[in-house]
């Protein structure tokens, strides 16, 4: 309870016409998730490097 009341941020919402505001909070990830979302930085970070390593050398 304590370490979602310390790392949750409350976020306003700017309402639209006849709608109330609603408060969101963060929810951080925890476990396989937070090894999964890892996984695809590091993935994404693999194709970038790639990418770049095609783009350099150009096509022959």
Same mark, same amino acid.
């Given at each position: 309870? *304590?370490?979602?009341?310390?790392? #949750?941020?409350?976020?306003k919402?700017?309402?639209?016409? &006849? ?6 909070? %963060?929810?951080?990830?925890? &476990?396989?998730?937070?090894?999964a979302?890892? @996984?695809? %930085?590091?993935?994404?970070?693999? *194709?970038?490097?790639?990418?770049g390593? @095609?783009? #350099? %050398? @150009?096509?022959?």
């Amino acid at each position: 309870m *304590m370490e979602e009341e310390k790392n #949750s941020e409350r976020l306003k919402v700017v309402p639209t016409l &006849g709608q109330a505001p609603v408060e969101l909070t %963060r929810v951080l990830p925890r &476990g396989l998730v937070r090894w999964a979302f890892w @996984g695809l %930085r590091l993935y994404i970070a693999a *194709m970038l490097v790639l990418v770049g390593i @095609g783009f #350099s %050398r @150009g096509m022959h």
